[in-house]
């Protein structure tokens, strides 16, 4: 009974995990690169708390933009401690990039990060999947050097252009 059922089972619950993984980019490769990167200027929200709750705070200074009718370019994220040595919970400033002319909406802050050399990790992979994705990858490299990764350490993410499609996540540490 069990071996007429398996081929069942693949189909309606396997394969559908297989093509939604295969679909947030959860078989691309990361690329670490050793460049130059930013200035950054940024308008962000302060966050302490589970890094699984910071998605909140992203959409809270989202809403902020739309209410001044400004627009928002990339996601910025300076991750300031590792969630892993303080118990799973993150210090963070949470936000989007602003142009060189724009105004920082009401109740915001404004943050800078200079031009500097980086470590650079990026993969193409739905915001979901791509940070432990980049994370994990850039450890790999470090740590064949018998380096780790140092915070502070700044996100980005650049949504797709076009609905359907996936992003582009960078994940940057200073050298």
Do not use: C
Not at 54 to 74: I, S
Not at 83 to 108: H, I, N, W
Request: zero cysteines; hydrophobic letters at 40%; charged letters at 20%.
């Amino acid at each position: 009974m069990i071996k007429k059922q398996w081929p069942a089972f693949l189909l309606a619950f396997v394969l559908p995990i297989v093509l939604v993984y295969w679909w947030w980019g959860g078989f691309n490769q990361v690329q670490i690169t050793e460049t130059e990167a930013g200035p950054y200027r940024y308008a962000y929200l302060d966050y302490e708390g589970p890094i699984s709750n910071m998605r909140k705070t992203q959409r809270a200074v989202y809403k902020r933009f739309v209410e001044a009718g400004a627009e928002t370019g990339d996601s910025v994220n300076l991750i300031m401690n590792d969630p892993r040595s303080s118990g799973g919970k993150v210090r963070a400033r949470v936000g989007y990039a602003l142009e060189a002319a724009a105004s920082v909406p009401e109740g915001l802050e404004e943050g800078h990060v200079p031009r500097r050399a980086v470590y650079a990790a990026s993969v193409q992979a739905a915001i979901l999947l791509a940070p432990s994705k980049a994370y994990q990858a850039l450890h790999d490299s470090l740590q064949s050097s018998g380096r780790e990764i140092a915070m502070p350490t700044v996100e980005i993410y650049r949504p797709a252009d076009r609905a359907g499609r996936i992003g582009t996540f960078t994940l940057e540490m200073d050298r």
